[in-house]
């Protein structure tokens, strides 16, 4: 590395205390390097996004475990030739839960104006 810098030009800006606190919450909860980078994303993409997809992954597992139970079903139809009412009723069940936990992972995404 030369040491010489692809960004030459510098901006100064000066903030009231209210206004230094709201930048540096606003740096801290994107999750970005510093606040230059924070300032050059705003100045190019006009917001930052920082998701939090920790409910992706009970949602992912929550759907995986119902697949298993459905799989678990077809196999016993597969090996029996027949397919029972109470399993047909349970696959009703586990697809029934399975929009469930979709609706309840639906509701707790954020409403945003573009």
Same mark, same amino acid.
């Given at each position: 590395?030369?040491?010489?810098?692809?960004?030459?030009?510098?901006?100064?800006?000066?903030?009231?205390?209210?206004?230094?606190?709201?930048?540096?919450?606003?740096?801290?909860?994107?999750?970005?390097?510093?606040?230059?980078?924070?300032?050059?994303?705003?100045?190019?993409? *006009?917001?930052? /996004?920082?998701? &939090?997809? %920790?409910?992706? =992954? $009970?949602?992912?597992?929550? +759907?995986?475990?119902?697949?298993?139970?459905?799989?678990?079903?077809?196999?016993?139809?597969?090996?029996? *030739?027949?397919? /029972?009412?109470? &399993?047909? %009723?349970?696959? =009703? $069940?586990?697809?029934?839960? +399975?929009?469930?936990?979709?609706?309840?992972?639906?509701?707790?995404?954020?409403?945003?104006?573009?």
């Amino acid at each position: 590395m030369s040491g010489k810098r692809d960004r030459t030009n510098e901006l100064k800006v000066f903030l009231s205390d209210n206004e230094q606190y709201v930048l540096d919450e606003k740096v801290k909860t994107s999750h970005m390097r510093n606040k230059s980078e924070y300032i050059r994303h705003m100045i190019l993409y *006009g917001y930052v /996004y920082d998701i &939090d997809y %920790n409910g992706l =992954k $009970e949602y992912n597992y929550q +759907i995986a475990a119902l697949g298993r139970n459905i799989n678990m079903i077809r196999e016993r139809i597969m090996k029996t *030739g027949n397919a /029972y009412e109470e &399993d047909l %009723n349970e696959i =009703k $069940e586990l697809m029934d839960k +399975i929009w469930h936990t979709h609706e309840s992972m639906l509701s707790k995404v954020p409403l945003q104006k573009l």
